[in-house]
């Protein structure tokens, strides 16, 4: 099919490629010319696993192009919405200006019989505004929320646990099923292998799909903070949280992915999507249904607080003459994102109290440099362990995991500590090595 991809951010770019490589004739439309640029010499804007090889492989191939006028797409059959809904300033509703512009755009070049397919996060409600300027012009709307996951976007895009498609609710006894509709067909078409994977589909009205992304970023959101808030209460008491993880994991009713304490969820997605969740709750009148994201959120926050009180407890009254360093800058491991990052956060908050930062990561150093030119920045972590009185380790890329406390020991500044900030470490044997250790609700 003739696909064009409408916003070639993260989502986009990944799904334009992804799309090419099951057989589409795909375009990738931005306005941003140097993204555009990159994209089309096969040099990926971002950090991910898989994407450069799966971007140069689609480019060559001839399936895959990219462009800046929206005008050359024209002549396709289904377009994809992928643009950023980030948060407003100064509130917590979703900014959907791009999201208007992109369909208005479409609306207004799109051939009749072609399909719209929202992929951006945005507030419930959303699609039924939007729909009419398309179904005036002859196009359907459909909303195909994404689930992808930072570091394994490629993979989740090719191989999704699930697809919803949101389309137009039909008037009950009128009109056939929701699956009889030929926007229906066209989405399929698009998705015809991973349906004959078996992949689960799910057809339903706009708000259910609009819903399904923002509740299970809740869902996931809430499950993080309860154990954060779990390792706070494990601290005053000296329980440790990891063994109560693994014991309340062994429910089948609960399980025990998600239940990891330490600094907190970040990134641009959860955040910002469990706020706007809550801010659009507020605006349908039923704020009370949602309260609790907002105590999610500060319990979220709070763990970036007790890292800071962590570091600066260990430094004592050597605050501004010992070096800190900071393992990780971005969100999570196998990403260059440092949107709402905790680990950049902390890390700048320790400089800000006239703490000596030295921080590294293995992808996300030039982001972070090009947001924070002040820090100290280093290439390994070696060079960052050297001298230092504190090592603070916040994103747990495997090359950390897999520190040698021993190699380390050597190096480091007398009587030095670790901050696990991600519980990923095994406490005794870095105490062993002459460490002192302090992790996240660990006792």
């Known amino acids: 099919m003739r696909i064009s991809v409408i916003g070639c951010g ?8 992804a ?35 799966l971007l140069r492989e689609q480019l060559a191939g001839g399936r895959l192009r990219f462009a800046t006028g929206i005008e050359q797409v024209r002549d396709a059959e289904v377009h994809f919405v992928t643009v950023g809904t980030p948060q407003v300033a100064g509130g917590w509703a979703a900014d959907v200006v791009h999201v208007d512009a992109a369909v208005a755009a479409l609306a207004a070049i ?32 459909v909303w195909n929320p994404e689930f992808l996951r930072e570091g394994f976007a490629v993979r989740d895009t090719l ?23 030929p926007e229906v067909a066209a ?19 706009w708000a259910t799909a609009e819903l399904v992304k923002v509740s299970a970023n809740a869902f996931l959101a809430t499950k993080i903070s309860f154990i954060n808030a779990m390792a706070e209460i494990a601290e005053a008491t000296g329980a440790d949280v990891t063994t109560l993880a693994d014991a309340i994991g062994l429910d089948a009713r609960i399980g025990r992915r998600f239940l990891n304490a330490g600094v907190g969820f970040g990134g641009g997605c959860l955040p910002k999507d469990i706020r706007a969740f809550a801010a659009r709750a507020e605006e349908l009148g039923l704020g009370d249904s949602l309260a609790f994201l907002r105590e999610v959120d500060a319990i979220n926050l709070r763990r970036r607080d007790r890292v800071v009180e962590l570091v600066l407890d260990a430094l004592g009254e050597r605050r501004s003459d010992d070096r800190v ?19 950049l956060d902390i890390a700048v908050r320790l400089h800000g109290l006239g703490v000596d930062v030295v921080a590294t990561d293995p992808a996300a ?41 021993v190699t380390l020991r050597a190096t ?32």
């Open 10 to 17: 993260y989502l986009g770019a990944v799904h334009a490629a």
């Open 325 to 343: 360093a900071v393992l990780g800058l971005a969100f999570k491991p196998d990403s260059d994102d440092i949107r709402d990052s905790p680990a």
């Open 412 to 443: 480091a500044g007398d009587s030095p500590t670790i901050v696990d900030g991600r519980n990923v470490l095994d406490p005794a044997t870095w105490r062993a090595a002459g460490w002192a250790y302090r992790g996240m609700g660990r006792g």
């Open 19 to 53: 799309m090419a490589s099951i057989g589409h004739e795909v375009i990738g439309v931005d306005v941003d010319e140097e993204k555009i640029a990159r994209l089309g010499r096969g040099e990926a804007p971002f950090h991910e696993p898989g994407f450069e090889a």
């Open 159 to 181: 191989e999704p646990d699930r697809l919803v498609y949101g389309v137009r609710p039909g008037a009950a006894g009128v009109e056939p099923t929701l699956e009889g509709r």
């Open 110 to 141: 799109a051939r009749p019989g072609s399909v719209v397919v929202g992929k951006s996060t945005v507030p419930v409600g959303t699609a039924a505004r939007l729909a009419e300027a398309l179904e005036g012009a002859g196009s359907a709307l």
């Open 365 to 405: 150093l030039d982001n972070a440099r090009g947001r924070y030119p002040r820090l100290g920045y280093v290439a390994t972590a070696a060079e960052a362990v050297r001298g230092a009185a504190v090592v603070v380790l916040l994103t747990e890329w495997a090359d950390y995991r897999g520190l040698d406390p």
């Open 187 to 205: 989405i399929d078409a698009v998705y015809a292998p991973m349906i004959a994977r078996g992949t689960p589909r799910i057809v339903t009205d």
